[in-house]
């Protein structure tokens, strides 16, 4: 069995005012354009410069790139977690249950173009529960994971959950 090794990221979430914000842009400057019959020119300029805000301002979001937190290794031994203030190490026989929230991975329909959120939490037979947030750059990321958590789960010490997207 081999190791598997990824990015623990933190993805960009918008504040709830920056949403309503972008939300009144574009029903505001969709209103404007489409649908009343604004005379005045400025007024139709406007709505205009204001749909376009919103929209870039929604579509952008997929472009932001998630913060890198750290580093996460998992054998058939061990979880190891390195982060820049702190390093943990966890083996498997500690672990009740290792768990997967499958997203998908990069792609430009999907979440984001960096990757989508999937989670992997785990909890220690003392009952500390921990989630990251990582990424899986392409679909031979993807495979390698989905692999490695097969043969990890082959073995009955310890029991794998999977939740998210059906193909994984």
């Known amino acids: ?16 005012f920056l ?3 972008f939300i009144i842009l574009l029903l505001g400057g969709g209103a404007l354009t489409s649908v009343f019959e604004v005379e005045e020119k400025w007024l139709r300029v406007t709505g205009s410069f204001a749909f376009m805000l919103g929209m870039l301002g929604a579509l952008s979001q ?4 998630p913060k890198y937190l750290g580093v996460m290794e998992i054998d058939e031994t061990r979880v190891k977690i390195d982060l820049a203030n702190s390093k943990q190490k966890f083996l498997i026989s500690e672990l009740k249950e290792i768990g997967f929230k499958y997203g998908g991975y990069a792609s430009f329909w999907k979440y984001t173009l960096h990757g989508n959120k999937n989670h992997i939490y785990f909890t220690t037979l003392s009952g500390e529960k ?5 990424i899986l750059q392409n679909k031979q990321k993807k495979e390698e994971l989905k692999i490695f958590l097969e043969e990890l789960s082959a073995g009955d ?8 997207n059906p193909p994984f």
Request: aromatic content about 16%.
């Open 19 to 21: 949403r309503i914000v």
């Open 1 to 16: 069995m081999n190791s598997f090794e990824t990015r623990i990221v933190k993805t960009w979430e918008p504040s709830v």
């Open 157 to 164: 010490s310890i029991s794998i959950k999977k939740f998210g």
């Open 62 to 65: 997929s472009f932001v790139k």
């Open 130 to 134: 921990y989630n990251y947030e990582i």
